[in-house]
């Protein structure tokens, strides 16, 4: 697995007597066996009829109710403009008219490297309609990176006949650099020189017809909706092949899970963007087959880019909020100070989810408070496992436990099987979510499969409570991150990492463990550089190092340190030093995807020479645990 959602929920169970809004959630009994060591879970709930294609719910709900505002995104004057469902499926049979004019396929599909907008979305569905299978890139392979190599490998992977973008001239030097000169380009503003140009609005120019209605009913569960790259985690990204099948599968899970979101038009404010899984398949899936409403948020969980999340959502009331730990970190910060937008946030909300990485225990205590300050109540907060290759979710925290790592239980329809791999207990995983395998890598895709057809995931699970299946299950890392240390002590990286993360809210991004081989453990550090400066109180005139050097920020970082050690039982949960990094992770090496994870893999190898030197003890600003012992100077 490269794309993963890995939801550890807060180690404090949450108090019984805690009064929680009401909200249809699916508790589903499961049925477990053991055999040789292996553990087989399924739910006994079996995963109800659903559409053929995704889009048969498009044609649904504009039968139903196709006046009703299926997105809305915000014009460069700030106004919201509004997309019924009668007019996004108008819409989307004229785009794939058009379409079938250009000869595309599987062979040769659709890429979208521009970012969450309305004719993204309206050009995907039509793709989607006439058949075409469609892959939307990370903006940040185009806009962000110097030597276009994951792009470039993402178009030699799938070869595409016409590439989609919103703004020309910011893409120009990544096509330039990428593209054959044949590959024709549709873009909504702006021409890209040098090439064949499509005007976006000329694909809407004649309304769709019978060849485009054909084109749609030839689909079906097996067509290719569309490709989505893992992140690249371990290897370059690989291209997942995404079915009709996995999509509707995945919905309906989300729908036997969460009734709630059957009971009332699902309302989302979201900027999670559609070329991961989380936003485009889990996110804007579930408002399409529920017939919600999507609200384009197109701020981020950042210093810089929150306010206009906060702009959004003090106009509109979602009924559930889906976000990563960072934008609950940002929003319950907001939602402390203000009282207008703890009015409208809150005014018909029903659930929460995180996913990506864990929630801090502060972060989620915060949360709480404010709700039940403001409501009387809480708001259920919701967290699973689920990755790319199972579109996405594969279990849910529907059980009673709230603890670090707990991930729940499997998804109707959702078979889980524990194998043991090196000690643990690897996560595999079937149903009809699961991909048939990643596109143009027969070998990769026979290595992801076992013997049983599950699909291998690299994570490690355990149950919550041997004696207990029904409790559900625990994350227990990743079982390509473990290592043993020149000792032969074998280091679980995942736990430790993940309670590192918790403990150092809010100014740990991340850490990746060093080793291995060595006598003892260390960890690089990427510290949230904008809170940073906060604490140390500093300016924008001071650099990033000098704010890593202050002592304010030593001082909580040698906090965190002893924090982290006190219950150390030896070398491999004990972390000797850490060492702050000032230089931000390199997408262009692979060290951080453009959702923010961190490749553990790619940053010790990009830095090893970095970390040789921390071993030797050449760098100053390191911070070691024997110089951290309660009663000594940090």
């Not at 379409?99 to 050009?123: C, F, M, T, V, W």
């Not at 915060?366 to 579109?391: F, K």
């Not at 679980?492 to 918790?502: D, E, I, M, Y």
Request: glycine residues 8%; contains cysteine.
């Amino acid at each position: 697995m490269e794309e993963q959602q890995v939801n550890p929920q807060p180690a404090t169970a949450r108090p019984a007597q805690a009064r929680y809004r009401q909200v249809s959630i699916g508790h589903p009994e499961v049925e477990v066996t053991q055999s040789q060591g292996i553990v087989h879970i399924r739910t006994l709930e079996p995963l109800a009829d659903r559409p053929a294609r995704l889009l048969d719910r498009l044609l649904h709900w504009a039968d139903v109710r196709g006046q009703q505002t299926f997105i809305a995104a915000r014009d460069a004057q700030g106004q919201w403009q509004h997309v019924s469902y009668a007019q996004m499926l108008a819409d989307v049979r004229a785009i794939a008219q058009s379409l079938l004019g250009y000869g595309l396929s599987a062979e040769r599909p659709l890429a979208l490297l521009s970012g969450n907008d309305i004719e993204h979305l309206k050009i995907a569905l039509g793709a989607m309609y006439a058949g075409v299978p469609y892959c939307p890139v990370s903006p940040a392979y185009s806009l962000l990176s110097q030597d276009f190599a994951k792009l470039r490998h993402v178009c030699e992977v799938l070869q595409p006949g016409l590439v989609f973008v919103s703004d020309s001239a910011p893409y120009q030097k990544a096509i330039d650099a990428v593209l054959a000169a044949d590959v024709p380009v549709i873009s909504v503003r702006g021409e890209v020189a040098g090439r064949v140009g499509i005007r976006f609005a000329s694909l809407l120019e004649q309304p769709g017809g019978a060849e485009a209605d054909a084109a749609f009913a030839a689909t079906g569960p097996d067509s290719i909706a569309k490709f989505l790259f893992t992140s690249g985690s371990t290897k370059l990204p690989k291209a997942v092949i995404t079915t009709q099948r996995m999509l509707c599968a995945n919905q309906q899970m989300l729908l036997q899970t969460f009734p709630v979101f059957g009971e009332e038009p699902p309302v989302l404010v979201d900027w999670l963007p559609w070329n991961h899984t989380f936003g485009g398949s889990h996110n804007l899936g579930i408002v399409l087959y529920n017939g919600g409403t999507f609200y384009l948020d197109n701020g981020k969980p950042t210093a810089q880019g929150f306010a206009e999340t906060l702009r959004n959502l003090k106009e509109i009331s979602p009924t559930a909020y889906l976000t990563v730990p960072k934008g609950w970190e940002e929003l319950v910060n907001a939602l402390e100070k203000d009282a207008e937008l703890r009015e409208r946030f809150f005014a018909r909300m029903k659930l929460f989810f995180f996913a990506a990485a864990g929630l801090s225990q502060s972060i989620w205590d915060r949360l709480d408070r404010v709700a039940e300050q403001h409501c009387g109540e809480r708001i259920r907060m919701m967290a699973g496992l689920g990755m790319t290759e199972a579109s996405p979710s594969c279990t849910f925290t529907t059980g009673p436990l709230s603890q670090a790592g707990y991930i729940g239980l499997p998804a109707p329809g959702c078979e889980v099987r524990l194998v043991p791999v090196d000690g643990k207990l690897e996560g595999r995983f079937r149903g009809p979510h699961i991909m048939p395998g990643y596109w143009r890598s027969a070998q990769q895709t026979a290595e992801a499969f076992d013997e049983q057809g599950f699909y291998c995931s690299g994570d490690a699970l355990k149950l919550a409570d041997p004696t207990d299946p029904q409790l559900g299950l625990m994350f227990d890392g990743r079982i390509a991150e473990d290592f043993k240390l020149s000792s032969g002590v074998f280091v679980s990286v995942g736990p430790l990492r993940n309670r590192a993360v918790l403990e150092g809210s809010p100014y740990v991004q991340d850490i990746v463990v060093t080793a291995p081989d060595r006598e003892c453990l260390g960890a690089l550090v990427f510290p949230r550089l904008h809170e940073c400066r906060q604490l140390a109180g500093l300016d924008a005139s001071a650099s990033d190092a000098q704010v890593l050097a202050s002592p304010a920020v030593r001082q909580w970082f040698a906090a965190w340190l002893r924090r982290l050690n006190k219950d150390a039982s030896g070398n491999a949960s004990r972390l000797e030093w850490v060492a702050l990094l000032a230089e931000a992770p390199s997408i262009d090496r692979g060290e951080i995807t453009d959702k923010g994870s961190i490749n553990q893999r790619a940053v010790l190898q990009w830095r090893a020479s970095l970390v040789e030197a921390l071993y030797r003890g050449e760098d100053a600003s390191i911070l070691r645990a024997e110089a951290l012992l309660p009663g000594t100077p940090a």
